[in-house]
């Protein structure tokens, strides 16, 4: 019986042996292949993939700023275009579940101050999903609401004015709660100036040259002018998917295709509240790209294996043609997406 149980105790030590020998192999070629991605098409930024939300390769790669070559940290802090949407969509469906809006609202309930005949027509629901149609508060629309998509800042603007006026809070303030409610201490609305550690991001220019990309210029900041880092952004997905920030049957709101759009570089993609995602795929991988002005970012979840893929870079080149901007983003996509 003795020998028996000897006997099980080593073949489970060797299986165990061999398991950890095949994870470690595993886990080594998924990090020389990143860093083949990353190497060979001379990224500059921060990569970080993590399975069941635990870190397996976090890695920087060149500078925060170029004329002084300061080299990047991975904790240092990136302007995240719009992956921003989804924080503010967050923010209005937190509303929505308090029962202080409903999407199908009428943008007029909240700021009657625009006097336009469409503010009476263009819903909440509108505003998250580009088909209000709206190109300036002193224009008419430019095609009837809800018949068209049209990728727009302005719409997510005006969700955070509606915010504004529920809470009397400013935007800022309103982002800043949330944001020290669940401890996301590197995730910042830009005019806190609190942050430290934001790296400079830089634009080729027609001549080829880099060229600094001065300041935040993001016009409407719930847009795509929020700043985090990377393991930020992963505590965000956690919390989100996991129904820390929003209920269960509100992230599947989030996660319901609502339009299309013919996109620079997916050609073709899905849009929910903040979310993109292929025809179907919202199971598959699903996030959000972002630019602001010398920052292409990437965040994406991916439910079937509990992947996480993010990807911010402060150096913006190829800009006649996003596919190449976003080449080492979308490369990695696809090495995630097909990691069994």
Known sequence: MKFNTLL???LLFTSSCKTDKINNKQHSTLS????????????????????DYTIEYQKAFGYSDIDKKTKLKTSDLFVIGSISKQITAVLILKEYEKGNLQLTDKINKYLPEINQPWANQVTIHHLLTHTHGI???????????GTKFHYSQIGFGLLSQILEKINHKSFEEI???LFNEYRLKNTFHPNTKNYKHLVKGYEEDKNGKLIYAEGNPVKYIAAGGFISNV??????????YSGKLVKPSTLDLMRTRYATRIHPIFDKIEYGYGLLFKDKQQNLEIGAFGYSPGFPSA???YPQTNMNLIVLENIAVHLNDFKQTFKVHTDLMELIKNKK
């Open 8 to 10: 099980f105790s080593i």
């Open 32 to 51: 020389s292949t990143i860093d083949n991605i990353a190497l060979n098409n001379n990224f500059n930024g921060v990569i970080l993939v993590a399975k």
């Open 135 to 145: 190109v300036e508060i002193d224009q008419p629309l430019e095609f009837e609401v």
């Open 175 to 177: 982002s800043t709660n």
């Open 231 to 240: 393991e930020d952004i992963l505590k965000w997905n956690k919390l989100l």
């Open 299 to 301: 965040e994406y979840y």
